[in-house]
């Protein structure tokens, strides 16, 4: 279909149905459109993203696809929505919870999927034509849902019986959403009943409140041990993950029998796992492309019902032991970051902003600029809970990633932690483009990051990467911003001199990251090898070069095709011309693809050698 349909901003009627249009469905579809229809095709991969901030669409058909995964909470801002067709493909899981905001929905189709758990979510609707059959669904078909005109439910495993009594507070019929008559008020609480027992609760949740608050600001600072420097690190993602092949497996094993002496016993557990079928599979993310739970996961949106808090200085003070040394977590350009533990068990990363910076700023300024920051919602992005701004400190405070920054990982590993597989950091490259390109396309105005690098990408428990430092770059309007560190781009002989197409220069250079284990510039190196980029772009075409310049310590475990279209995604994003880099968009289309070209693993009997599947 093409990866610039988002430059079709006149569009409205957008119809692509019955043809034979294959792939994944671009995820930038032509933002300003009513009506989308591309059923009845041959596409795959997920539902794109991107439909969440199409609040114009009225009509949505993707029926009759091939389209697999599980719905993400992308039906927020869809009030418009009135028809949605997602009938006939491979979509499971549960239904979002985000159905409940379309409000205007008349018309869904879910028929012929894997779709499981109950279907409450649909219950208020002002449904007229409801098909859910032939799914997975469990539990009964609500009340509400019963009264509509055309509905279709058989083929699934709904519950016997009478359906068990709401939990106290719901309401226990189809018509108690409704206003009470003149009728209904004698057989109810009056209202003045009603007013008071609504006044004792909030009085009896306002003392709860303020007992606790004084409880926590009287706590004495306590003796914080810091756990990251007790205990080791969470483990890293196994080497041999279920991306190989059985015939792979034996391809690999006969690899490790050049192994030095001294890796005998290690190599020795690792044919062991493999022959026996016993793959290490702690998390998730270690499972195969194919399973197609990767795109969606990344896409899942988090509720916009979350506020931002304003914390006090002193609050802070305590959670980090007075900023004491031992919870410095790392420095930056614009200010330092220590970690935040309070006496209930949450724990934060809170920046405090050099306050050099914002010397022409006063108070509510900063207030309004971590406004702005919160506004950045997407599941790629390090989410900002809360700031601060009193006695002439503004500081940020964000959710803390026990699993650190990818620099880290790359750089800072020891002899005991197992690199990231070649699946894990591809994911982890497409997340973070993911993130980019929402500043870049999803924002009005568009979001320059100015700061893109491995020690700003941090990692969730499951290794999904967090990109930290958004919405900050006006502070980098006043500082040198690390100019000449590696991740620059050739333009920006200033920090003013920034453009889109300089972060995604810097975003390349992550990606090299990724597959050489190298620094951006690294001072160690021959002199000719000390920067990275200027020692990789002459090789990134070669296939026999390339396979020299991927990290050492993946040992060779990666496909070589999906290396060789990685590098070529590199390639465009390190052009010394800002014209000639792609847009992140172009980026996301071409990881997306590079991930869903897998497929093959579908077929449980494919025993091709690692280097002729089709990455």
């Not at 290690?266 to 993310?285: A, R, V």
């Not at 207030?367 to 701004?389: D, F, M, T, W």
């Not at 990633?401 to 002899?415: K, V």
């Not at 006043?478 to 620059?488: A, D, F, I, K, P």
């Amino acid at each position: 279909m093409g990866y610039q349909l988002s430059s079709l901003t006149s569009v409205t009627y957008f119809d692509l149905s019955n043809n034979n249009l294959k792939n994944d469905i671009p995820y930038q579809l032509p933002p300003n459109a009513a009506h989308i229809d591309l059923s009845k095709n041959s596409f795959t991969g997920g539902v794109p993203y991107s439909l969440s901030q199409m609040k114009d669409l009225e009509y949505l058909n993707i029926g009759h696809n091939q389209l697999k995964g599980q719905l993400s909470e992308m039906f927020v801002q869809l009030s418009k929505l009135k028809e949605l067709d997602l009938s006939f493909n491979k979509l499971y899981g549960n239904l979002p919870q985000s159905f409940r905001n379309l409000t205007s929905l008349t018309k869904l189709h879910l028929q012929n999927n894997q779709f499981s758990g109950s279907i409450n979510p649909l219950a208020d609707l002002s449904l007229n034509d409801l098909n859910v059959a032939n799914n997975e669904f469990t539990g009964w078909i609500p009340d509400e849902l019963k009264d509509i005109n055309n509905i279709e439910t058989g083929g699934n495993s709904w519950s016997s019986g009478p359906a068990p009594p709401p939990p106290p507070g719901q309401k226990s019929n189809p018509h108690a959403h409704k206003p009470l008559s003149k009728g209904d008020e004698k057989s109810g609480l009056s209202g003045a009943a009603i007013a008071g027992i609504v006044f004792g609760v909030l009085l009896a949740l306002v003392l709860v409140i303020a007992l606790f608050t004084r409880r926590r600001s009287s706590t004495p600072p306590s003796h914080f041990i810091d756990e990251d420097r007790v205990s080791q690190r969470r483990a890293f993602t196994p080497l041999a993950s279920q991306e190989l092949s059985n015939d792979s497996r034996s391809e690999i094993l006969k690899d490790f029998r050049g192994l030095k002496s001294s890796d005998s016993s290690s190599s020795l557990g690792l044919q062991s796992s493999l022959s026996m079928g016993l793959m290490p599979t702690p998390l998730d993310h270690t499972k195969s492309f194919d399973d197609g739970e990767f795109v969606n996961h990344m896409s899942i949106k988090r509720s916009s019902s979350i506020r931002m808090t304003c914390y006090s200085w002193a609050d802070l003070q305590t959670a980090t032991g007075n900023f004491a040394t031992g919870r410095l977590l790392g420095e930056g350009t614009i200010g330092q970051v220590y970690r935040a533990k309070y006496a209930d068990g949450k724990v934060f990363a809170v920046k405090k902003i050099d306050s050099s910076l914002l010397q022409d700023r006063q108070g509510g300024d900063f207030g309004q600029i971590a406004s702005n920051i919160s506004k950045l919602r997407h599941p790629n992005i390090a989410e900002l809970v809360g700031y601060c701004s009193e006695q002439g400190q503004n500081m940020l405070v964000h959710e803390y990633y026990r699993n650190g920054s990818l620099h880290e990982f790359l750089h800072l590993s020891d002899d005991f932690s197992k690199p990231l597989t070649w699946n894990t950091r591809v994911r982890i490259a497409l997340g973070t483009a993911r993130a980019v390109e929402y500043l870049h396309e999803g924002c009005s105005p568009s979001s320059v990051h100015k700061n893109i690098k491995s020690s700003n990408i941090l990692l969730d428990t499951e290794l999904n990467p967090r990109l930290c430092e958004c919405g900050l770059a006006t502070f980098h309007q006043r500082t040198s911003q690390n100019l000449g560190s590696g991740y620059n781009a050739p333009e920006c002989t200033k920090p003013s001199a920034y453009t889109l197409k300089s972060d995604v220069y810097s975003f390349g250079v992550v990606m090299l990251e990724l597959l050489t284990g190298r620094m951006p510039f690294d001072s160690s190196k021959p002199r000719l090898e000390q920067s990275l980029v200027r020692w990789a772009i002459p090789q990134l075409h070669d296939i026999n070069a390339l396979g020299r310049m991927v990290d050492p310590a993946l040992r060779g475990l990666y496909p070589p095709k999906s290396v060789s279209r990685f590098a070529d995604v590199i390639a465009l994003c390190v052009q010394p011309e800002p014209e000639f880099r792609p847009p992140m968009s172009e980026v996301v289309e071409a990881l997306v693809r590079l991930v869903q070209r897998s497929s093959f693993r579908e077929d449980p009997g494919a025993s091709r050698r690692m280097d002729d599947y089709d990455y």
